[in-house]
């Protein structure tokens, strides 16, 4: 009983120090608009963002006509750039860059907004005997670099509010 009091306890502090340190949790984003229609170059990490509309509560339409906001892609870049190398000449770290473009524009308004580039970067450390496992991380870190640009082409979206007539 007196475990159970102590882990209770410890639970009841660790809650409280993370309700005052200003955590909360990822919650939907206060979007604008209701409807959205992407367009332009394809992207990787449209499935991604189609899902995270989809749970912030935004439909993802057809046709542009439809639309309250027009969100285009304008490129998409994944680069893979050597970092060091051993004295032997044998790559010891890499360093992956993904950017995207876009812009957007209101359905309401005939200009479109000034193109937004988004860039995120990891490194790794590489190893030929560990080539499976090396190639598996760098998979799962192109993935962490899309999810985290879907967060932030969210991120920018909330920032759109309607223009006032």
Request: hydrophobic share 40%.
């Amino acid at each position: 009983m007196q475990s159970f009091m102590r882990h209770i306890s410890i639970g009841l502090i660790f809650a409280l120090a993370i309700s005052a340190c200003g955590f909360q949790l990822r919650s939907i984003a206060e979007l604008s608009f209701k409807n959205l229609y992407i367009q332009g170059v394809p992207v990787s990490l449209l499935r991604e963002l189609k899902q995270s509309l989809k749970i912030n509560e935004v439909k993802v339409v057809e046709s542009a006509d439809q639309a309250e906001l027009l969100l285009e892609f304008l490129k998409e870049t994944n680069e893979k750039k050597i970092l060091s190398l051993s004295g032997t000449g044998v790559v010891r770290e890499y360093e992956l860059n993904y950017r995207i473009s876009f812009r957007t524009r209101e359905l309401s308004s005939p200009t479109w907004s000034s193109p937004q580039t988004l860039q995120t970067r990891r490194t790794f450390s590489y190893n030929d005997v560990n080539l499976l496992g090396k190639a598996d991380e760098e998979a799962m870190l192109n993935l962490d670099m899309h999810k985290e640009a879907v967060r932030e082409v969210l991120r920018r979206l909330t920032a759109i509010k309607p223009v006032a007539n």
